[in-house]
C-alpha cells in the first residue's frame, strides 16, 4: 500500500522567510496529492492540492510542487506569518480514494 | 448540517467496555472516512464508505473495530473491548462524489480515553 514519508518532523522560520516541506510517496499510482494545514485543537483543513498532471500550483503566498518521476513533492510558504504556525500533513491517494497522510510538520513562526 | 458533526466530542471509558463514535457528514456527501490521529501524529486510515457500503476497510486494525452507514447518511465507529491502546482522537470526514478535488471535510474529531 502507499507510505507517505514527511519532513522535517518541525521547522522553524523567522517571520517573513520562506518555509518549505518535503513529502515522498511509495505508489507510482498515486494521482492527487493535497496539503492539510491544523491548529491545535482544529481540524485539520485543506489548503492546497495538485494533481499528477501538473507539476506545480500557486496559490497566493503557498505553492505545491510534484516530481512524479522521483515520487516527491513540497510545500512552500513565502513571507511566513504568524498565523501560518500550525502542523501541516501531505497526503498521497491514488484510484482507490484512500488518502494516506504523512506524520506532520510543526511549523512555527518566530515574530 | 453547514459542517461535518462528530459526537461525543469527548469519552473516557474504562479497558474492555464498548464504545460508539457518531459521525454526521455533510448534506449530499456520498463519501465518508475514519481517521484515527494520536498524539504528534498524521491522521491513520481506518475505512471509507462510498454510499451505504464500506469501499475500503483496510485501516481497521483489528475486528474490535467495525463501522456502519445503514442510510449512506450518518456513520457509526464501533469499538468493543476497548484498549489504552485505542486512546486517541477519531475524525471523521466527508466528500462530495462530483466534487472537482479531492478535498475531505474534516470533523472536529471524537477524543476517545481509556483508562
Known amino acids: 500500500g502507499e507510505n507517505v514519508e514527511q519532513h522535517p518532523s518541525t521547522l522553524s522560520v523567522q517571520e517573513g522567510d520562506s518555509a518549505v516541506i518535503k513529502c515522498t510517496y511509495s505508489d507510482s499510482a498515486s494521482n492527487y496529492f493535497p496539503w492539510y494545514k491544523q491548529e491545535l485543537g482544529k481540524r485539520p483543513q485543506l489548503i492546497i492540492d495538485i494533481r499528477s498532471n501538473v507539476g506545480e500550483k500557486k496559490d497566493q503566498r503557498i505553492a505545491v510542487t510534484l516530481n512524479k518521476t522521483a515520487k516527491h513533492f513540497s510545500l512552500h510558504i513565502t513571507e511566513t506569518q504568524p498565523e501560518d504556525s500550525a502542523v501541516y500533513f501531505c497526503a498521497a491517494s491514488g484510484g482507490a480514494q484512500k488518502l494516506v497522510f504523512g506524520q506532520g510538520t510543526r511549523l512555527t513562526i518566530n515574530p | 448540517g453547514a459542517g461535518v458533526s462528530q459526537t461525543p466530542s469527548n469519552k473516557v471509558t474504562e479497558k474492555g467496555k464498548y464504545v460508539e463514535l457518531r459521525c454526521d457528514p455533510i448534506?449530499?456527501?456520498?463519501?465518508l472516512y475514519w481517521y484515527r490521529q494520536s498524539l504528534g501524529q498524521g491522521p491513520e486510515f481506518l475505512i471509507y464508505f462510498q454510499g451505504t457500503g464500506a469501499a475500503d476497510d483496510s485501516g481497521l486494525p483489528n475486528d474490535r473495530f467495525f463501522a456502519v452507514r445503514p442510510e449512506g447518511s450518518v456513520s457509526t465507529l464501533k469499538i468493543q473491548r476497548t484498549e489504552r491502546g485505542d486512546s486517541a482522537v477519531y475524525l471523521c470526514?466527508?466528500?462530495?462524489?462530483?466534487?472537482?478535488?479531492?478535498?475531505?471535510?474534516f470533523g472536529e474529531g471524537s477524543r476517545l480515553t481509556v483508562l
Open positions: 470526514a466527508s466528500r462530495s462524489r462530483g466534487a472537482n478535488t479531492g478535498e475531505l471535510f
Open positions: 448534506s449530499g456527501h456520498t463519501a
